[in-house]
T-cell receptor, first 114, second 113 residues
Framework: DGGITQSPKYLFRKEGQNVTLSCEQNLNHDAMYWYRQDPGQGLRLIYY???????QKGDIAEGYSVSREKKESFPLTVTSAQKNPTAFYLC?????????????FGSGTQLSVL | AQSVTQLGSHVSVSEGALVLLRCNYSSSVPPYLFWYVQYPNQGLQLLLKYTTGATLVKGINGFEAEFKKSETSFHLTKPSAHMSDAAEYFC???????????FGKGTRLSVIA
């Protein structure tokens, strides 16, 4: 079955540590996105990518980095510069940018600070 | 830039009662509007969408929404709430399908037996 796989489901970060969240899709989608979800804040866009080897900052990119070396993969690194990383992170993909009716979400990764 | 405002972070209804979740948008050009539902610790699922054409759109699970340009609104309704409707609901907007979706802050729906 086609879909988006996020791993791990739960992740713990120590002070000063970088951690990487995985996102893989087998839907042959060009566009991929990372959203951060905090209680009462909705979903805020961190980064998005329209095609391989290209990505753009979203509204809250500071303290995060991404890469898009393969169409299927869009990993997110939470760096030590992100001082408040505890949140639920959602990866999504769509055929092309902005296709909300064909926007598929992964099951999310809950990141917590030790 | 486009944005959405969801009125009410938490709505509580009795089982069988009308569900009304409010969403107002801001956009300088015709928007594409969406409602998504999220169950605990899961991703989001599309409930319904408005792009062009008929302003009353029907979605899954008996939900519908009406696009009202004059009121810049896209409220979500369901005639009769079911216990399984308890979840968080998000309104989202994009400009003509060419920009990433911008989400509202969400409304948590509780259904009381």
């Amino acid at each position: 079955d086609g879909g988006i796989t996020q791993s791990p489901k739960y992740l713990f970060r120590k002070e000063g540590q970088n951690v990487t969240l995985s996102c893989e899709q087998n839907l042959n989608h060009d566009a991929m996105y990372w959203y951060r979800q905090d209680p009462g804040q909705g979903l805020r866009l961190i980064y998005y990518s329209q095609i391989v080897n290209d990505f753009q900052k979203g509204d809250i990119a500071e303290g995060y980095s991404v890469s898009r070396e393969k169409k299927e993969s869009f990993p997110l690194t939470v760096t030590s510069a992100q001082k408040n990383p505890t949140a639920f992170y959602l990866c999504a993909s769509s055929i092309s940018l902005g296709q909300g009716e064909k926007l598929f979400f992964g099951s999310g990764t809950q990141l917590s600070v030790l | 830039a486009q944005s959405v405002t969801q009125l009410g972070s938490h709505v509580s209804v009795s089982e069988g009662a009308l569900v009304l979740l409010r969403c107002n948008y801001s956009s300088s050009v015709p928007p594409y509007l969406f409602w998504y539902v999220q169950y605990p610790n899961q991703g989001l699922q599309l409930l319904l969408k408005y792009t062009t054409g008929a302003t009353l759109v029907k979605g899954i699970n008996g939900f519908e929404a009406e696009f009202k340009k004059s009121e810049t609104s896209f409220h979500l309704t369901k005639p009769s709430a079911h216990m399984s409707d308890a979840a968080e609901y998000f309104c989202a907007v994009t400009i003509s399908g060419n920009t990433p979706l911008v989400f509202g802050k969400g409304t948590r729906l509780s259904v009381i037996a």
